[in-house]
């Protein structure tokens, strides 16, 4: 260190200079609450609001720490005015602070402040948060904990305002920044002071531009202290280059979840930073793996890859009588997923890590998703079977990054088994999927299989294709009523959704829910699931039934008899992120109906056929036409990709006010006479 300190107390005094700093300040500072503060009653940004937070402001800074190294001081203000009882959750503040894995050193929460003011009488009253007595920690992991409490005090009206220190000696937990959350935000702001000698990347998301974005280099002295020298403690000194960073943006809009969202993480605006590497004049070093790297690491881990390709002999209890026969690799590999995936539990949907072993985990029949699936790859192993992990995340759990290897942005293992040139990818977690399927939820972008090569791989919703077809016949029964039937194949995420519900609450139950659909009186008739045990096929619904509706002298019949859509999924008027479907869709309904005797067609819907856009990407056809006394329609979707960015929004949601519209139309039909 000291042979650093002569290196950067030998550089010039360069100074670099930016663009000239804004002189916007931010709208309020702690402490500083009038009455006029409370005259807002409704905010322009969002009548609807609960609460509206009026600033929210950070900054970070990296300085010279007692330690001879370096250490991280963030510091946060909030500023909220709590409009109604429903935004009390606002009062309701967690701080997570990060520890070692042995607990040697942790994240300090330092001058905390917290104050509750009302209007009472026409004068401001503050209430103080009592730190000592009010302050709560939890444990979250073995390396985060969590500080937590609640403003004393909060009726309807309050404004609330908190600010403290998080000191660190992590460097590689430079504090993100959220521009964007579930309320309104006046002002948001993060600024950033980092030294050159400390490379850190930027990852950045969302759909908002900065309202101010601006940097100004300088140089400015560090200060470093070695109190763990025998004699008095040793103080050095030295400038070097820095750059401030500036970040605003202003009437930020809340962030809501609507429908076909993956998760509201993907789309927040927000910052991240990754420690890359030490700099000159540091000694280079760096701190960001690659991929290769990383995969090589996890392969000899202990906690994932190193069991996976050892002798593994105990498993041969299991694996030979269940191979016995097998007549190719590709028979043997449907045998032990078949069997992993029937005879283990799967305790969480979440981990990218063992935390016990191959042995115990097949001994208790019980793991999470990365345990039951690396065990599914040992196992393929043992009977000679190529099989790789592969790391992904799920569609909840938000979006990778293709060119840094950052392993918390990962939570979900599945297996990638080569058997006759051609890949399967494997999950066992999941009861009742097929073998070489896996949930729509592991179809979120990039993915990385775990080999020598580091394989990248796409795992892509648009690929896709949930095809649906339903058909109805319709006539008048003996007694003169109408009856029909239903033949109906869903796609098949919906055939593993029904699977699911019926092995839950039993066919009984979901028939029930499938009377509820018509909207009307309706008897089902032999009602029918079959395929339900062939997991790599949809399944088929029949029934037959008879229909309530009375004779009279005019019939309203909507052909569509429950299966079309009845309200817009996309209701919100306007949307501030992309929409995100699961899959493609392709359904098709097919209705069929023999005019029942003494009546004529007196309206027919109109036929129509319409392209969402000029490109085709969703298409919506409605057909129908009488003949001979039999009436006959046909209506088709098809959207043919998955994600639609904001300003396609509009779009997609006419498209289906139209489908939703249609759909409803009825046949009408009267007595002759």
Request: charged share 25%; proline share 3%; net charge negative.
């Amino acid at each position: 260190m000291k042979q650093l300190l002569f290196v950067i107390l030998c550089i010039s005094n360069l100074q670099i200079f930016a663009q000239k700093p804004s002189v916007q300040k931010p709208p309020v500072k702690y402490g500083d609450v009038s009455e006029k503060d409370f005259a807002t009653k409704v905010y322009t940004i969002d009548s609807n609001a609960n609460a509206v937070v009026v600033a929210d402001i950070g900054s970070s800074e990296i300085a010279g720490n007692s330690k001879n190294w370096f250490s991280l001081e963030f510091k946060h203000y909030k500023r909220v005015h709590i409009l109604n009882k429903n935004g009390y959750d606002e009062a309701n503040v967690s701080i997570r602070l990060y520890n070692s894995d042995n607990n040697s050193s942790e994240e300090v929460l330092d001058k905390l402040k917290a104050v509750t003011y009302n209007l009472e009488n026409g004068k401001v009253v503050e209430t103080k948060l009592d730190v000592k007595a009010n302050v709560f920690k939890d444990k979250l992991s073995k390396n985060w904990v969590e500080k937590k409490f609640t403003f004393p005090n909060v009726k309807e009206g309050s404004i609330i305002e908190y600010e403290y220190t998080v000191l660190s000696d992590f460097l590689f937990n430079l504090q993100p920044w959220a521009f964007q959350e579930g309320y309104p935000i006046l002002w948001s702001e993060y600024n950033l002071r980092l030294p050159e000698f400390f490379g850190y990347v930027f990852l950045t998301q969302g759909y908002r531009q900065y309202d101010i974005n601006e940097r100004k280099d300088s140089r400015i002295d560090f200060k470093i202290q070695d109190s763990h020298t025998a004699g008095a403690t040793e103080n050095t000194s030295f400038s070097a280059n820095v750059t401030d960073y500036r970040w605003v943006m202003k009437s930020v809009p809340a962030l809501k979840t609507e429908a076909f969202t993956s998760t509201l993480k993907n789309h927040i605006a927000k910052i991240e930073f990754q420690l890359s590497e030490y700099r000159y004049p540091l000694q280079f070093r760096a701190i960001m793996s690659t991929w290769a790297k990383v995969s090589e690491d996890l392969l000899h881990a202990e906690y994932f890859g190193n069991s996976l390709d050892k002798n593994n002999g105990w498993l041969g209890d299991v694996i030979n009588p269940l191979i016995a026969g097998a007549k190719d690799n590709l028979e043997k590999a449907r045998r032990i997923y078949t069997y992993v995936r029937d005879n283990l539990t799967c305790t969480s949907h979440s981990a990218v890590e063992l935390d016990q072993s191959l042995k115990n985990i097949l001994k208790s029949r019980n793991g999470t998703v990365a345990e039951i699936n690396l065990l599914l790859i040992a196992m393929l192993k043992y009977a000679n079977i190529q099989a790789d992990p592969v790391i992904l995340s799920t569609r909840s759990h938000g979006y990778t990054n293709s060119i840094y290897p950052i392993m918390d942005k990962f939570n979900y293992v599945i297996c990638d088994a080569g058997i006759n040139d051609q890949n399967y990818f494997l999950d066992a977690s999941e009861p009742r999927l097929g073998f070489g399927k896996l949930t729509d939820a592991c179809y979120n972008g990039h993915a990385r299989i775990i080999n020598a090569f580091a394989t990248p791989i796409e795992f892509s919703a648009d690929s896709l294709i949930e095809k649906k077809t339903t058909s109805i016949l319709l006539a008048t029964g003996d007694k003169g009523e109408l009856k029909g039937s239903l033949q109906q194949r869903p796609g098949y995420y919906e055939s593993h959704d029904i699977r699911d519900k019926v092995k839950e609450k039993g066919k009984d139950e979901f028939f029930k829910e499938v009377k509820k659909s018509y909207g009307q009186d309706i008897e089902l008739i032999n009602p029918h699931i079959d395929s339900i045990n062939n997991l790599e096929e949809s399944i088929d619904i029949g029934y037959e039934f008879k229909l309530g509706q009375e004779k009279e002298d005019i019939m309203y019949i909507n052909p569509m008899l429950g299966n079309g859509y009845k309200e817009n999924p996309f209701k919100s008027a306007e949307r501030f992120y992309p929409v995100e479907m699961p899959y493609t869709i392709d359904q098709t309904y097919v209705f069929s109906m023999i005019i029942p005797e003494g009546y004529v067609v007196d309206e027919l819907p109109k036929q129509i056929s319409a392209k969402m856009n000029e490109e085709g990407d969703g298409k919506f056809e409605y057909l129908i036409a009488e003949s001979g006394g039999n009436i006959s329609m046909r209506s088709r979707i098809q959207l043919k990709r998955t994600f639609y960015a904001p300003d396609e929004y509009d779009m997609l949601r006419e498209f289906f006010n139209f489908i939703v519209t249609k759909q409803a139309e009825q046949i009408v039909l009267k007595k002759k006479k």
